[in-house]
């Protein structure tokens, strides 16, 4: 069946960008989930069967027209430089187009070794790949850039961790799985030919408006700083926590990437760290935002001979554009939050003030371990309306007083607004989900699919996520907090 194709721009870069290979057969592909509205977007006939979906998206079936290789990258592993990675469980297809002229990059991950996996098998087990596609679409849901989840596939064959786990395949789609440490692996051979090159291609499929600049890599560098930064405030408006930001996990198009050991926050913590392999909080969230620039600082180093020829001056443009990042980022957290509480920038406030108001009420949430997603949401059902009945929202913290006395002062900050409050409700609604990915019910669904082949929980947790912003009928379980007895205090990259 070839009534659609991919493209691959990607391999005309050379020899030296990746290697040829093709996915390892498995023994009883079977279909999981189809994400049947992106399979439309790029193409895909609507009639497919099953058993077609299932080898193609394990990789048992390559169409006529893909060209299979994995990727070469290095990259800052917590802080510590490794010179080669690369798609070690990983595979990419080619490209699909959308019907609005949007490509994707088509990967299946979990798919068997590549001269990348060093000594791993090359495999993904059944849970991390149903974590991926819960997470990622979620994301897509809740308005956060991210690579997509197209399909899962169960193999058939088990994948030895600390026990024998069922095997699974997610196929992935991306407007780029080029990463910060692809730039690096080139950069520190000292081959800024390939870099060039490497530049050269995102620029013209990511950021094309770059090319008209007076220096199109200083462009590229400051586009993907803007991208970078109103990512990760995203990220911190919803709680979720990436876990493992090293500089090959970093996305060059500004898409989340790579759902390790990633978690939303259930009761808040400034602090919190979920990975298992995080072992100092270099990852923690409330460090994400600097280790956003810190990786961007790596980016901007591999660009360095294209913005001066002299490597002072050049230095000096690289350093006058990362400055930029602490501003952007500061601006999107504070307009995202201050969309979260109902307030609208205003001209008799000062953005230190609305800040100053915002950061009092995490501290308030830190201090009572409240639900970070519920707080928000129950703050929306006050409807702005000083007189509402604020109880559901106090007894989600251990020290009411202190809610208490914040809400006095939000209150009192209302009374400055001069936007419409039924436009800023709204706003609030359409920011503070009332339902996210949380922790134990991903490890509920886990636990069924693998320890009882049950993969019901994970289709309807699927379709709750769907809107994650209107309140369903009989679905109020998916609201809650974990139970003392079904919190997740550690979550695991699935390597």
Known sequence: MTDFSFQNRYINLGKDFYEICSPTPVEKPELIKFNKDLGKSLGLPEDLDEDYLADIFSGNLIHPTSQSLAMVYAGHQFGHFNPQLGDGRAIYLGELVTNEGQSFDIQLKGSGQTCYSRNGDGRAALGPVLREYLLSEAMVNLGVPTTRALAAVSTGEPVARERLLPGGIITRAASSFIRVGS?????????????????????????????????????????????????????????????????????????????????????????????????????????????GLWNLTRFAETLLPFFNDESDKAVLIAQSALKKYIHLYEEAWLAVMR??????????????????????????????????????????????????????????????????????????????????????????????PVYIPRNHQVEAVIRAAEDHNDFKPFHALCDVLEKPFVRQQGKDQYMVPPQPHEVVHQTFCGT
């Open 183 to 291: 730039f690096q692996y080139f950069a520190m051979q000292d081959d800024y030919q390939s870099v060039k090159t490497l530049a050269d291609y995102v620029i013209t499929k990511n950021y094309p408006e770059a090319s008209s600049a007076a220096n199109p890599y200083l462009a590229l560098l400051e586009a993907v700083i803007s991208r970078q930064a109103s990512l990760i405030a995203k990220w911190m408006s919803y709680g979720f926590i990436h876990g493992v930001m090293n500089t090959d996990n970093m996305s060059i198009a500004g898409e989340t990437i790579d759902y390790g050991p990633c978690a939303f926050i259930d009761y808040y913590d400034h602090n919190q760290v979920y990975s298992s392999i995080d072992r100092q909080g270099r990852y923690s969230y409330s460090n994400q935002p600097s280790i």
């Open 339 to 432: 969309a979260k509480c109902g307030l609208s920038r205003h001209s008799d406030v000062a953005p230190e003030e609305d800040k100053a108001l915002i950061d009092e009420l995490l501290d308030c949430m830190s201090k009572s371990k409240a639900d970070y997603t519920l707080t928000f949401l129950f703050l929306t059902d006050l409807n702005l309306d000083i007189n509402a009945d604020t109880s559901q929202l106090s007894n989600l913290f251990s020290m009411p007083d202190e809610i208490n006395h914040w809400l006095a002062k939000w209150y009192q900050r209302l009374q400055l607004e001069t936007l419409d409050k039924t436009e800023r409700l709204k706003i609030m609604r359409e920011t503070n």
